[in-house]
């Protein structure tokens, strides 16, 4: 079971970003697929998350209107499109899986660094 994020970078305030989480391992559309973040110095802030048939997805009120989460089934994939940046989305970002979209996730990627600086 293996979750791999990539796409992070360095991005002006108001630049995008699209993060992309390749799944491999298990049953890839039977997961929710989250992504969390840590900010330097800060615990882990839920973002987005994803259910497998793709027909629910759920925002922090921080990153609403300015993030879109997406999948792919077929390619394994999860996306976080990321307008809009500000200094304060700056984190190291992962996704996780959860089986019931409760939260608990159980297998976690090693995280790709967002940075928004000015």
């Known amino acids: 079971v293996q979750l791999v994020e990539s796409g992070g970078g360095l991005v002006q305030p108001g630049g995008s970003l699209r993060l992309s989480c390749a799944a491999s391992?298990?049953?890839?559309?039977?997961?929710?697929i989250g992504w969390v973040r840590q900010a330097p110095g800060k615990g882990l802030e839920w973002v987005s998350d994803i259910n497998g048939d793709v027909t629910r997805t759920n925002y922090a009120d921080s990153v609403k209107g300015r993030f879109t989460i997406s999948r792919d089934n077929a390619k394994n994939t999860v996306y976080l499109q990321m307008n809009s940046l500000k200094p304060g989305d700056t984190a190291l970002y992962y996704c996780a899986r959860d089986l019931a979209g409760w939260g608990a996730y159980d297998c976690w990627g090693q995280g790709t660094q967002v940075t928004v600086y000015s």
């Open positions: 391992g298990f049953t890839f559309s039977n997961y929710y």
